[in-house]
């Protein structure tokens, strides 16, 4: 094996050393994560979003239709029909009202009315009439109680939240709960609901301040998936730069010192020779006059022989001069 294949060798070597196994794990999995799960996750947002929007335009396009052609026996909204207008008939139960507790809306904190709604046909189903402002140190404001004579009220379905992990409270009159959670509210007030609820629109029976429709804006989600999706890929990108850098600056330092190594050969071979005839000569007989002679060696080659391309001439300038003025 060559001396030229044993550096090739050396060089791969480097690559085995704990700093470039770990960066090359690093790479790995962050372009792994980067396509399986952060830009998939931003893409299904998105999607999430699209499809939100679509549901609400197309509920808004849309007359009202009655509460069972949007939600099944169980009171959940079927597939695809969240943010469905629907009207039910039936009344108020005024007495089980339920606070949802310090929801932020339009910038600020509010409470926000749960009244449970019992149709004509025995069913009862949550409705969320809308929100109030908190009042000082978060106090719960005057709420206008329900209506309780049969009425007509139009909402959307609105699928219900998980359980908050914080327990409800009773405080200044109201239980209060921190989630739109209907099964905990059916067991709050000891009333069987449907799984989802309904959001009481603008200008209805019981409404407070209606719940503000969310903006039909997409975000930056895709642009976000995107990005993960481009960095997953740059990330082996820039690991391969990084090791033909480094490959590139190991053979640079190699080259270099292979030159440097011919140069000082040449030079010792020079020395070496000008030595040798400088003792032939010292041992050789003498000339007669008029016989031509070897011209000795000059100062700058010797200079050279002993210190290779190393050691500058300090004096080459000085002797330009002189030889311009003569």
Do not use: C
Not at 250 to 274: E, F
């Amino acid at each position: 094996m060559t001396a030229a294949t044993d550096k090739r060798q050396s060089w791969w070597r480097e690559f085995l050393r704990p700093n470039w196994v770990l960066l090359a794990l690093f790479v790995v999995v962050f372009s792994y994560f980067a396509f399986t799960v952060l830009a998939p996750w931003q893409l299904g947002k998105d999607d999430q979003i699209v499809a939100r929007n679509q549901q609400i335009e197309a509920a808004y396009d849309a007359d009202p239709v009655p509460i069972y052609s949007a939600v099944d026996d169980r009171g959940a909204a079927k597939d695809g029909k969240e943010w469905t207008r629907v009207t039910l008939t039936g009344h108020y139960l005024a007495d089980k009202e339920v606070l949802l507790r310090l929801r932020p809306v339009d910038s600020g904190p509010a409470y926000q009315s749960l009244v449970p709604f019992q149709t004509d046909d025995g069913s009862t189903f949550l409705v969320n009439r809308g929100w109030l402002p908190a009042g000082e140190a978060n106090a719960v404001p005057d709420i206008p109680r329900a209506p309780q004579e049969t009425t007509t009220i139009e909402g959307l379905v609105r699928k219900g939240e998980p359980k908050h992990e914080s327990a409800p409270i009773d405080r200044e009159g109201y239980t209060q709960v921190y989630s739109m959670n209907p099964e905990q509210v059916s067991e709050l007030t000891d009333t069987k609901l449907g799984a989802d609820y309904i959001q009481l629109s603008a200008d209805k029976p019981g409404v407070l301040h209606p719940i503000p429709i969310p903006q039909l804006d997409r975000g930056n989600h895709l642009s976000y998936g995107y990005q993960w999706i481009a960095f997953g890929i740059m990330a082996p990108l820039g690991f391969g730069y990084l090791a033909w850098s480094e490959v590139r600056q190991r053979r640079s330092s190699t080259a270099t010192r292979s030159a440097t190594a011919r140069d000082y050969a040449v030079s010792a071979d020079t020395a070496s020779g000008d030595a040798a005839s400088s003792d032939a000569a010292s041992h050789a007989p003498e000339t007669t006059p008029g016989a031509p002679q070897r011209a000795a060696a000059s100062p700058a080659r010797r200079r050279h022989a002993r210190y290779g391309g190393a050691k500058p001439d300090h004096y080459a300038k000085l002797r330009a001069q002189r030889n311009e003025r003569f």
